[in-house]
């Protein structure tokens, strides 16, 4: 690890901008600009933690549990979901893809007065057939600065069109579930997970007193999560999305994960930014499909 550490240092890494470290057992980017911070595993290209300028609590959560090199993928932060959200319709491909515990390779930085950028790659043109029949290649682009863009982009590097779907699967560290409010779905369609994936239509704010599973669905729109507790406003703004997904696991299935941490439920929600459900992205050979998620927090006096 130590020479990957002094490679990546000594080829990209941006004094007082971008370093590369060893962090939670795994090759880490901390990359920062104008105090706001963000840390970024190799493995999974997986967002592990920000923290804007201003703030002292972290905006996204991360299980205490977490450790790289695992062959899991982390609990928590921005796991990247491709290319397939969700289980898989044929047993033994996994849940979400196979690209968010995989090791990525650092192919770009860059840092402005405005921001600091770290650009990752997995390189999914040779992958096995019966995995996954396409050719790919993903490139994962993350910005801090005034606000946290993550971009997710795929090229379509062979001769088919690719069916696709996909998330940033955000979960945002919040005071206690039960005492916040998201707002920007009302009366949007969404699939029920819980409920055999019935559609249904959501009526006002969306507020916590059990296991929330939702795919909302034909949704551009920006999502707000207010957090009295923590007195702040999260927005997640997003492009290339017509699906987000909110999630939170309540008590039962928040134990039976084993990795929340006690309580663990109560500290997390999940506002993910996807192409998922009835929203597939199909990719024309030599097309490219951007999916960017951009958070923004507001602390209140
Ligand atoms: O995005 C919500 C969801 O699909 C839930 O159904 C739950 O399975 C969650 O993702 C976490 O999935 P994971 O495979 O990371 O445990």
């Excluded at 007082?16 to 493995?43: D, H, I, K, P, T």
């Excluded at 062979?158 to 005492?179: N, R």
């Excluded at 994936?197 to 551009?220: C, L, M, N, P, W």
Aim: net charge negative; proline share 6%; with cysteine.
């Amino acid at each position: 690890m130590l020479e990957d550490l002094q490679r990546l240092n000594r080829t990209h890494a941006v004094p007082g901008a971008l370093s590369f470290e060893e962090g939670f057992g795994g090759v880490v980017a901390r990359l920062g600009s104008a105090g706001s911070e963000a840390v970024v595993a190799l493995q999974g290209g997986q967002v592990l933690s920000y923290v804007p300028a201003g703030s002292t609590t972290g905006v996204l959560w991360l299980s205490p549990a977490a450790k790289l090199g695992t062959g899991k993928a982390v609990r928590g932060g921005i796991p990247v979901c491709w290319p397939w959200f969700g289980p898989h319709a044929e047993p033994g491909k996994p849940a979400h893809g196979f690209v968010r515990a995989a090791p990525w390779t650092v192919t770009g930085a860059a840092a402005s007065q405005e921001q600091t950028q770290l650009t990752l790659a997995f390189d999914a043109t040779a992958v096995a057939s019966e995995l996954w029949p396409y050719q790919a290649q993903l490139m994962l682009t993350v910005a801090v600065g005034r606000s946290l863009k993550v971009t997710l982009t795929t090229a379509n590097a062979g001769s088919c069109a690719i069916p696709l779907t996909e998330a940033l699967h955000s979960y945002f560290a919040i005071g206690d579930i039960a005492e916040i409010g998201v707002s920007g779905l009302e009366a949007r369609p969404y699939i029920d997970q819980l409920d055999a994936g019935r559609q249904k239509r959501q009526a006002g704010g969306i507020h916590f007193s059990s296991e929330v599973d939702r795919i909302y669905f034909d949704t551009t729109d920006t999502v707000t999560i207010d957090d009295p507790s923590l007195k702040r406003t999260i927005g997640v703004a997003k492009a290339g999305s017509r699906s987000t997904v909110i999630w939170n696991p309540w008590i039962e299935k928040g134990e039976r994960l084993g990795d929340l941490g006690p309580e663990g439920y109560r500290r997390m929600v999940c506002v993910e930014t996807c192409n998922a459900g009835p929203d597939i992205v199909t990719l024309a050979p030599g097309e490219r499909h951007s999916l960017v998620q951009e958070i923004f927090v507001n602390n209140r006096a």
